[in-house]
């Protein structure tokens, strides 16, 4: 499968952002999708995921009453409603697919995601 993210920018604390993460292929309903970032000099990080049906749904401490992530599966698409943004949540951020297909959980490990997008620059500024 093939991920495409766009969404990302330059936007001033407080502000908003959404996410978009196209896949391409006839599976993409069946596996959870995740979100993760990746901060200059940091190790990536899981933001949110969203398992197959949207009925499992976790967040990173950091974002969770912030960040929203939901999927339309007729489209091929997940997205992440990022409110509030501040200027650590500056990031590449990746969209990525679980390994499993009609998980009933989320997973957060970026061992557990197999299919990657090439990342989305996200720049909040002070």
């Known amino acids: 499968v093939q991920l495409q993210a766009s969404g990302g920018g330059l936007v001033q604390a407080g502000g908003s952002l959404r996410l978009s993460c196209t896949a391409s292929?006839?599976?993409?309903?069946?596996?959870?999708m995740g979100w993760f970032r990746q901060a200059p000099g940091k190790e990536r990080e899981f933001v949110a995921a969203?398992?197959?049906?949207?009925?499992?749904?976790g967040y990173s401490d950091s974002v969770k009453g912030r960040f929203t992530i939901t999927r339309d599966n007729p489209k091929n698409t997940v997205y992440l409603q990022m409110n509030s943004l501040k200027p650590e949540d500056t990031a590449v951020y990746y969209c990525?697919?679980?390994?499993?297909?009609?998980?009933?959980?989320?997973?957060?490990?970026?061992?557990?995601?197999?299919?990657w997008g090439q990342g989305t620059l996200v720049t909040v500024s002070s």
């Open positions: 292929g006839r599976t993409f309903d069946s596996y959870t």
């Open positions: 969203i398992n197959w049906n949207g009925g499992s749904i």
């Open positions: 990525a697919r679980n390994k499993r297909r009609y998980s009933l959980v989320v997973f957060t490990p970026s061992q557990e995601y197999d299919d």
